[in-house]
Nanobody, 116 residues
Framework: QVQLVESGGGLVQAGGSLRLSCAAS????????MGWYRQAPGKQRELVAG???????NYADAVKGRFTISRDNAKNTVDLQMNSLKPEDTAVYYC??????????WGQGTQVTVSS
């Protein structure tokens, strides 16, 4: 069973930065999309950023210009650099991997808290 292990969450003041990392416990065959989602209390889980195997990226409007997603295809890792953090970025962040074989994996989540 593949596990996605996230790291890098924590508490930061508004305007600060955090970098989230996600690594798979073993090689995943035919990875297609990798991404980060977040879920704030009382809200639905939402896509923050995604990246294809070819390096194309997409971002939620709320994070454009502040967050950057990157991946290492050889290592099966995906990172999220978060700058200029705002209190509304506070959420549990989840790593997500989708394969070309219609398999999907989720990380356990990492808490990001931005204080004002």
């Amino acid at each position: 069973q593949v596990q996605l292990v996230e790291s890098g969450g924590g508490l930061v003041q508004a305007g600060g930065s955090l970098r989230l990392s996600c690594a798979a416990s073993r090689s995943i065959f035919a990875i297609n999309l990798m991404g980060w989602y977040r879920q704030a209390p009382g809200k639905q889980r939402e896509l923050v950023a995604g990246i294809t195997s070819g390096g194309s990226t997409n971002y939620a409007d709320a994070v454009k210009g502040r967050f950057t997603i990157s991946r290492d295809n050889a290592k099966n890792t995906v990172d999220l650099q978060m700058n200029s953090l705002k209190p509304e970025d506070t959420a549990v962040y989840y790593c997500n991997v989708k394969t070309k074989l219609i398999l999907e994996y989720w990380g356990q989540g990492t808490q990001v808290t931005v204080s004002s």
